[in-house]
């Protein structure tokens, strides 16, 4: 077997210098990055991985890579760039691609760079700063072949069916983290002594303020202010009992640090974790990475890096990734879309006070102030927003009639998805909806001892769409399998409290 | 080839199987199954394996889209957002479908498996020994017809990279002696075993399109189990309502005729077919019968009995009645077999009420292993 020559041929190595020097004269600002030329099945190995070239051994990278040469084989897709966030980023481009193609990539390809390095959500990837020149140390290619050694070795000592039933079971509760999380300041380990905290002990009387005159009691403390302090009494009790202290969004942080777990379990499910934080930054800034790269993109391409052979080739290329498929929103164009507008609007200076007290139509058209910051307002943007900020601050009322964007939804009545509406605020409210935590819902531990008996209690809170009920009773028996004891999720069902609970052997649901 | 996914690949295809395996009732009695029959190859619908996660209701759920139309308009592919390219055709559920193709080998296999399914005993020519050459291996003599070019040229390949007389720019390859690679066989000998189905069913106005979708689906799963068995197999199909005839494969599952039964018609077709053609010393013999079990009198069920009884039972392996459930049928007819066959082990019978009893009928006709 001879090596697999995946390093750049010099063509690509001339075309990728060029391209570097175009980008920088934009601006882009990006970790160095290695294009590795692949064969197809290469390729669908590793985007099979999710971009890399190792990781821990399961079924599920197995699924993917069927469907991958399965569609690639009949022809129905085709993986163009893939591109992983580390430091140096690595991005693969197909062998026997058009030069158009693999030019395109690259351009692409250094906009998510630039992207991974400066938006602020991907800083929670830094492993750390490197001590010779400050830049963040973003090595996952290792971390994740780490990941899948101390996985493989498990398998060895503990046999792979009851390493692959975990791991099973941990992707289930994978989306169970808490996307602020990294940016909490790391908990104090230990918290002041008990001793000199003010109260160290919640009172066993309600609170009621001093009465020097007995008659002056019923003013003082009027009735409703007793009943008050009850209550809050009560409650602080309750919560005294309680552990976690407050309600605790990393559910798998929560499960590595307290749940009985043998080394071997630790360690899975420590990995899921820390990939599913690796994962969440890409979650959160979908639209506008991909808005972002496409932008740079065609900036590059058009006004630099095709030549006038190439442009045709190009513009149907670009075509396709940017058509808008069986009425689905397509990352790629209302990343892109936004961004230029988000540009536009700033080079003409349609922002601040002036502009948003203005109601006349015409006005508001013909407005232009000559400001010319868009450019670097989406520099800005590209550093500093997320998805959801991103689209709760720039998506406005033109944007959405402009592109035709509307709301669907299921119809029982006919069993068919329908338009709903093309109402501004309902389409804005639905796609942030969709977009916040990622569609994940959000659930949280409430206790780790419900009922003193040392079961788990979760809460989802609830914000008028319920769960995929089959679902979350089997995301209940994988909880289980990690928390070993009875657990419980308080969530609602067609508008009534229930608690859903699995005890080891039986699913229940009862209304609370 | 051999990449680092191969492991997780086969466990996946691994798990396909099982899931195969397990659903196999459901894949079964889809007719779907059928269109999709290849030369070999059988395309079942797999679903995707989803983990199971804290998801939203997608019906409650809803999305945002992008395009023209009023509300109310219905979507064309509604529920998921897709990578664009329409990667997967979606359902509403997100039910990915996932297809596996299936030879029709691994399908007898897998269904004598999960039927349990015994092997069976043939008669006939089991002591005629037929001869037949395998291409099974590679080796460094031979002739040169069976020269393996590609084996030959990959050996010198590498020789002369390994030599460094390899030159890229131009590269041309000589192979040596030693380089000569050559295909090597291995005779085999395999008794042979004939068999000749001869399926017979009711087309009279009671049977209707679903009837007949049964009987389809239930002689496409006794044909890959049975065609598993035998080296050489042939299919005969006769139709009959009051009087039958011999049809091909296509006319056998599309007539419907109307009128009134008269199903020793069949049997008298079958017991000439049988006699004339099918000597049962060297055939393995298999009549299969599909009615709604409505016969038009009770002599004709008199005559019925008295051919299975002399002329088709004893030259059969075994003889199958099934009966197809239908809202017009009286069903009288599998219960006339019963009373006079009741201890007669090769004739068999079973009640089809719907798709989701396909399953067991087989097994009961298949389940003897004769």
Not at chain 1, 150 to 156: I, N, Q, T
Not at chain 1, 159 to 181: A, K, W, Y
Not at chain 1, 415 to 441: H, Y
Request: hydrophobic letters at 35%; charged letters at 30%; aromatic letters at 10%.
């Amino acid at each position: 077997m001879f090596a697999l020559k995946t390093a750049l041929p010099a063509y690509l190595r001339d075309e990728q210098a060029r391209i570097e020097e175009f980008a920088k004269q934009f601006g882009l600002d990006y970790y160095p990055t290695v294009f590795e030329v692949l064969s197809y099945d290469q390729m669908n190995e590793i985007a099979a991985y999710g971009g890399f070239p190792t990781r821990y051994p399961h079924w599920r990278f197995g699924m993917e890579y069927e469907q991958l040469s399965k569609s690639y084989e009949y022809g129905l897709s085709k993986i163009y760039e893939m591109v992983i966030n580390n430091n140096p980023s690595i991005a693969y481009l197909l062998e026997g691609n058009s030069m158009v193609d693999q030019k395109l990539v690259m351009c692409h390809v250094l906009g998510h760079v630039d992207f991974f390095k400066n938006n602020f959500a991907f800083s929670v990837t830094d492993q750390g700063r490197n001590p010779r020149d400050g830049g963040a140390v973003r090595k996952w290619v290792d971390t994740m072949a780490n990941h899948g050694a101390v996985v493989r070795r498990w398998s060895r000592r503990v046999g792979i069916e009851r390493v692959e039933e975990l791991i099973d079971h941990c992707l289930s509760l994978e989306n169970l983290i808490d996307p602020q999380q990294p940016f909490e300041k790391a908990r104090e380990p230990v918290g002041p002594l008990a001793s000199l905290e003010e109260e160290d002990e919640t009172p066993e009387e309600p609170r009621l303020l001093r009465v020097e005159r007995e008659y002056m009691e019923s003013f003082i403390n009027p009735e409703e202010f007793v009943e008050a302090q009850k209550q809050q009494l009560a409650e602080e009790q309750e919560k005294a009992k309680r552990f976690p202290d407050a309600p605790m969004r990393d559910v798998l942080g929560f499960l590595v640090e307290h749940a009985p777990l043998d080394a071997w379990e630790r360690d899975v499910l420590s990995v899921i974790r820390r990939e599913a934080y690796y994962f969440l930054p890409q979650m959160q800034t979908k639209i506008m990475n991909e808005g972002w790269a496409s932008y740079w993109h065609s900036k590059l391409m058009t006004e630099r890096v095709a030549d006038g052979s190439e442009i045709l080739d190009y513009a149907d290329r670009n075509a396709g990734v940017m058509q808008v498929s069986g009425g689905r929103l397509n990352p790629y164009k209302l990343g892109v879309e936004l961004m230029r507008y988000v540009e536009d609007r700033w080079n003409k200076g349609k922002f601040g006070k002036e502009w948003e007290d203005c109601d006349d139509y015409a006005a508001r058209q013909s407005w232009d102030r000559r400001t010319g910051l868009g450019r670097e307002k989406i520099f800005q943007v590209r550093k500093l927003y997320t998805d959801v900020t991103f689209i709760d601050e720039f998506l406005t009322q033109d944007f959405v009639r402009d592109h035709k964007m509307y709301a669907f939804g299921y119809n029982p009545r006919n069993d068919r998805w329908e338009i709903e509406t093309r109402q501004f605020d309902e389409v804005k409210k639905k796609l942030l909806f969709q977009l916040t935590n990622a569609g994940n819902p959000v659930v949280r531990v409430l206790d780790a001892n419900h009922g003193n008996r040392g079961e788990l209690l979760l809460e989802h809170d609830h914000q008028g769409i319920d769960l995929r009920l089959d679902w979350a009773r089997e995301v209940l028996t994988a909880l289980h399998r990690i928390w070993k004891r009875p657990v419980e999720l308080h969530t609602v069902v067609g508008k009534r409290e229930t608690a859903l609970r699995f005890d080891g052997r039986d699913h229940s649901d009862k209304p609370r | 080839m051999s990449l680092k996914i191969d492991q997780d690949h086969s466990r996946f295809k691994a798990i396909v199987r099982g899931k195969i395996r397990e659903n196999l009732r459901r894949y079964v009695s889809q007719g779907e199954l059928m269109g999709k029959q290849g030369k070999e190859v059988v395309s079942i619908p797999i679903p995707h394996i989803d983990i199971p996660r804290f998801r939203f209701q997608d019906k409650e759920m809803g999305g945002v889209g992008q395009g023209e139309g009023d509300p109310g308009a219905p979507l064309s592919q509604p529920g998921q957002e897709g990578e664009g390219e329409g990667r997967k055709a979606g359902q509403g559920e997100g039910d990915h479908v996932l297809e596996v193709d299936v030879t029709l080998d691994e399908l007898a296999d897998i269904l004598g498996e999960e039927l349990e399914l015994p092997n069976i005993d043939t008669r006939g020519k089991a002591t005629i020994v037929d001869k037949k050459d395998r291409y099974v291996g590679i080796r460094n003599v031979g002739p040169n017809s069976l020269r393996h070019f590609k084996r030959t040229y990959k050996t010198a390949l590498k020789r002369q990279i390994a030599l460094g007389s390899y030159d890229g720019k131009r590269p041309v390859i000589v192979p040596t002696r030693d380089d000569l690679r050559f295909r090597s066989w291995r005779t085999d000998q395999e008794p042979v075993a004939n068999a000749v189905l001869i399926y017979m069913m009711d087309v009279s106005g009671s049977m209707g399109d679903e009837q007949k979708e049964i009987v389809r689906i239930e002689s496409f799963w006794i044909d890959a189990w049975l065609r598993r068995q035998y080296e050489g197999i042939e299919t005969r199909f006769i139709i009959h309502d009051a009087v039958a005839r011999e049809v091909d494969r296509d006319t056998f599952f599309r007539t419907r005729e109307s009128g009134g039964t008269m199903i020793s018609s069949a049997y008298k077709i079958c017991a000439q077919m049988i006699e004339d053609e099918y000597p049962p010393s060297e055939w393995n013999i298999y009549p299969f019968h599909f009615s709604d079990g409505d016969n038009w009198s009770v002599d004709d069920t008199l005559l019925c009995v008295e051919l299975l009884k002399d002329r088709i039972l004893p030259a059969s392996n075994m003889f199958c009645y099934g009966q197809v459930e239908s809202p017009y049928g009286s069903g009288q007819f599998i219960k006339d077999l019963r009373e006079h066959f009741g201890d007669e082990e090769a004739l068999v019978t079973s009640e089809i009420r719907d798709r989701d009893a396909i399953i067991g009928s087989i097994r009961e006709f298949l389940g003897k292993g004769k």
